[in-house]
């Protein structure tokens, strides 16, 4: 029997739904139980694939090709449970599917209405696509509750808690305490009010988490639980914690897992969270340090490399070294920055990114670590400006360019269709959407052996997810390779370029993937391990 629990937020938001809902699910996980955690996402477009990095954060891209948010990655980080299309909703996607029936007739003619043809459609969607062996559903609700836009969402949540009965729906509310210094105390007041509104729309919630920067005085718990009619060991306090690996830890020792477990009368076994106490010691316990320079395009908001931050987080763990990451705005070395900006840091990383800004940047790290010998790590984008540079200043190009920035002379990355059949009209999907032009989810990538690529993998084959629009050009390849550049890696028709590497370089590798999106703190990415390994190498040579 799958049971389902759900969580909003309230007061404010960016308290942490996600982070909450992820720990949560690694919690019953470590209890033995088989969960699977989804997202609704009130705004209006069908995903946020076309939503600018600083609007919403990094696009998680799961194995089957979905644009996704970014909580989807802080699930898969935390449980191990791939994501997959039907795990992230949107307003905008409920819509267009019940608009699309409505045009196809499905309706047989009925006046189209938020209850009960939206509210339906989102019942159907939460409950739906499970494999039927789930234990749990944790389903997270965007955005606050107050929201206009959100409406539609807690009414389906809220019907279906009278469809499946108490005994298998669970609401949780996360909510902010904030300290007021003035009055030198914690403040009740917004649980208070933001719990009044779930009840405005019938929704009673079994479960506060409290967000706060200090412990709630258990007069103040006591206070809480009185006015939200909650149980007093369901006022989850939720401290401010120094990584965020330490949440499944601290919500066991307030009980939160015990709690759901009282709720739905179930006698499980206490988790086993030595795994988390083994990645909460590396990271509290480092042997030493290494110094990583991103040079990306959205350094204004780090939330646009999230998995990325996590992914040099966990080859970090893997080697037990802290990692400190020098945020670096590619294009300040386009407006007068010197790259010795670089001098120093034990390894270069260049992210992906869309459009010309911040290119030349790139362009000009990849050199330097090149010719600096500095450990690079090139991905998507990154990969695409490091074959540019090498087929510049190592192949004699100089011409050599991508033609995502326009017509070029030499042409070593863009579109497959301009590169094998001489078209240079913009590839877009059939409805003429660039939203769907792109190469997305998970592809098989043939690994050639006796490369560094293959010692890192240890293996002939591997899939790893996509993202990107532009190919590296493999009518350039011959050159290339005879000046140093190995691809060590292709699509299995050996069309595609998938990796590339430097053999005689401590460390330099280009991959067209985004291997970010694959790795865990209990199960680093390999491509990152041996990434932070070769900057520990470096630190020891500066």
């Known amino acids: 029997m799958t049971r389902f629990i759900f969580i ?23 209890r033995g139980f088989k969960v699977r955690l989804r997202k609704l996402d009130p705004y209006i477009n069908v995903d946020p694939g076309t939503m600018s990095p600083y609007q919403h954060g990094e696009v998680y891209v799961t194995d089957d090709g979905a644009e996704t948010d970014l909580d989807l990655g802080h699930y898969e980080r935390f449980t191990g449970v791939p994501a ?4 992230n909703a949107t307003t905008g996607r409920i819509y267009s599917d019940v608009i699309a029936r409505e045009r196809h007739g499905d309706y047989l003619g009925a006046t189209i209405q938020v209850i009960p043809h939206i509210t339906d459609a989102i019942k159907a969607f939460v409950q739906g696509g499970l494999n039927g062996d789930e234990d749990f559903v944790l389903c997270e609700i965007g955005g606050t509750v107050g929201d206009i836009e959100g409406l539609p969402f807690l009414e389906a949540i809220r019907q279906i808690g009278n469809d ?12 902010l305490v904030p300290y007021v210094s003035a009055a030198g105390e914690l403040k009740t007041k917004p649980t208070q009010h933001s719990v009044k509104e779930l009840l405005n729309v019938g929704i009673q919630p079994d479960v506060l988490i409290c967000r706060c920067d200090r412990p709630i005085p258990a007069g103040e718990r006591r206070k809480i639980a009185l006015f939200c009619n909650v149980r007093e060991q369901a006022v989850i306090p939720a401290l401010d ?6 949440v499944p830890i601290t919500y066991h020792r307030e009980g939160l897992d015990e709690e759901v477990c009282r709720y739905f009368r179930i006698d499980a076994p206490p988790p086993d969270l030595g795994t988390w106490e083994d990645i909460v010691d590396r990271l509290t316990r480092p042997e030493g340090e290494v110094t990583i320079a991103v040079v990306g395009k ?22 037990r070294v802290k990692v400190n990451i020098d945020w670096i705005d590619a294009a300040v070395f386009e407006n007068g920055g010197t790259i010795d900006r670089l001098d120093g840091v034990h390894g270069i990383l260049v992210p992906g990114g869309f459009g010309e800004r911040g290119a030349k940047g790139k362009v000009q790290a990849a050199r330097f670590a090149r010719e600096r010998r500095v450990p690079y790590f090139g991905i998507c984008f990154g990969m695409q400006m490091a074959v540019v540079e090498a087929a510049r200043n190592l192949a004699g190009i100089p011409d050599a360019d991508s033609t995502e920035f326009g017509a070029c002379a030499a042409p070593v990355i863009g579109l497959m269709t301009e590169w094998m059949r001489g078209n240079t009209v913009e590839y877009r999907n059939a409805e003429g959407d660039l939203g769907g032009s792109m190469r997305l989810g ?10 560094r690529v293959h010692d890192i993998y240890g293996a002939d084959r591997i ?16 050159v290339l390779e005879s000046k140093g550049l190995r691809f060590a890696g292709m699509s299995p028709d050996g069309l595609l370029p998938e990796i590339v590497e430097i053999p005689d370089h401590p460390w330099f ?8 999106l694959k790795s865990k703190p209990f199960d680093p990415h390999p491509l990152f391990t041996s990434f932070i390994h070769a900057a520990i190498t470096q630190s020891r040579l500066v």
């Open 84 to 87: 997959r299309s039907s795990d």
């Open 463 to 478: 899939k790893e997810r996509h993202r990107h629009r532009y190919e590296v050009n493999n009518n350039y390849l011959g």
């Open 164 to 175: 499946l009965g108490r005994d298998r729906v669970m609401f949780m509310h996360l909510t």
């Open 241 to 246: 914690v120094s990584s965020i690996y330490a």
């Open 8 to 30: 909003t937020g309230g007061v404010v938001s960016s308290l942490g739904k996600g982070l909450a809902s992820a720990a949560l699910g690694a919690l019953l996980q470590a």
């Open 509 to 516: 590798i280009g991959v067209q993937f985004h291997p970010e």
């Open 442 to 451: 998970s592809y098989d990538c043939v690994v050639r052996k006796g490369t």
């Open 298 to 319: 959205y350094t204004g908001l780090l939330d646009a490399y999230k998995s990325l931050t996590e992914a040099l987080v966990h080859g970090g763990i893997a080697n």
